[in-house]
């Protein structure tokens, strides 16, 4: 797709048809050490503040994101930090393990599902528009993994609640609209809460630059790509040297066909016991550095 073709699709027909693909994927890697990637700047107290634009698909891709699963959590035999092959719709261990725990009828073994059950991130790019930790970022294109909480705020862009209140498609470059993200350490965790959009507007009134900017994004497919992940029996060797066990991890459960979706309502998932700080909770509205910290403590 050029970028004449790009221009012609901004309006409510593109608005339509990503608002569907956007309820389908809430519906329905790791960024660490890639410096394609961006990630906001928090104080000491751990509140932060940055101006950012979400950017159209890039290239000749449809979609201006990607969802992927992981797992991170601890067993007796170490960490277990891996992009989950649900992501790419595939069988994946964990979610298999995690069934079987569920479907025990067992409480316990529903806590140990509730812990380590896949968590939810989204890829988009961004473009810096104002980044007072790190100025040297604005006027740049990344990366950007964040969590359910900021995929909420775009879907309430695209269906607004009230009469008053006019739809927008938050990833266009003419009639989308600046996102000012707002970090606040709330409890121990951190919040988006008070995180929201601008007034509609162009990026930019030139076009050359708006082009300039659009081919400078990165490919979101490419996070897709079954390569990028470990395979079933790989996972599962993972998984058995995690829990300290030999027998395919079918001796704490009955091997019986139940999936936990992760918007299946349950109780809050319990934090881990060994040494994660309180900033970090099994939960897959997670969009922080949780699964970085869980990879920098796992190599210590």
């Known amino acids: 797709m050029d970028f004449s073709k790009l221009k012609a699709k901004s309006g409510k027909n593109a608005l339509e048809d990503l608002t569907k693909k956007l309820q389908s994927a809430a519906g329905n890697e790791s960024s660490s050490g890639d410096d394609r990637f961006w990630k906001p700047t928090v104080d000491k107290a751990g509140n932060g503040y940055a101006v950012i634009r979400f950017l159209p698909p890039p290239g000749d891709e449809d979609v201006p994101f990607v969802r992927i699963f992981d797992h991170g959590f601890q067993g007796p035999g170490g960490w277990y930090i891996e992009r ?18 569920w479907n025990s009828g067992i409480e316990a073994n529903k806590d140990i599902a509730r812990k380590q059950k896949r968590r939810l991130s989204f890829y988009s790019n961004i473009y810096v528009v104002t980044d007072p930790g790190n100025p040297d970022n604005e006027g740049k294109v990344f990366l950007f993994k964040y969590g359910k909480k900021i995929f909420d705020k775009l879907n309430e862009a695209m269906n607004p609640q009230f009469a008053d209140e006019e739809a927008v498609n938050p990833f266009d470059l003419w009639a989308g609209a600046n996102f000012k993200l707002k970090i606040r350490q709330v409890e121990g965790y951190r919040n988006y809460d008070k995180s929201e959009f601008d007034s509609p507007s162009a990026l930019s009134e030139d076009d050359e630059e708006l082009e300039r900017i659009w081919k400078q994004e990165y490919s979101l497919q490419e996070f897709l790509d079954p390569k990028e992940f470990k395979s079933y029996d790989e996972l599962k060797r993972k998984l058995a040297k995690v829990l300290a066990e ?37 939960d897959d509205d997670e969009d922080d550095d949780s699964l970085e910290f869980f990879k920098n403590l796992a190599n210590r």
């Open 84 to 101: 989950s092959l649900t992501t790419i719709g595939q069988n994946d261990p964990v979610s298999e393990y995690n069934s079987k725990l």
């Open 246 to 282: 030999d027998d395919g991890m079918s001796s704490r459960a009955e091997s019986q066909e139940f999936t936990i979706e992760d918007n299946q309502e349950e109780a809050p998932a319990p934090r881990q016991k060994a040494s994660p700080p309180p900033s970090y909770a099994a």
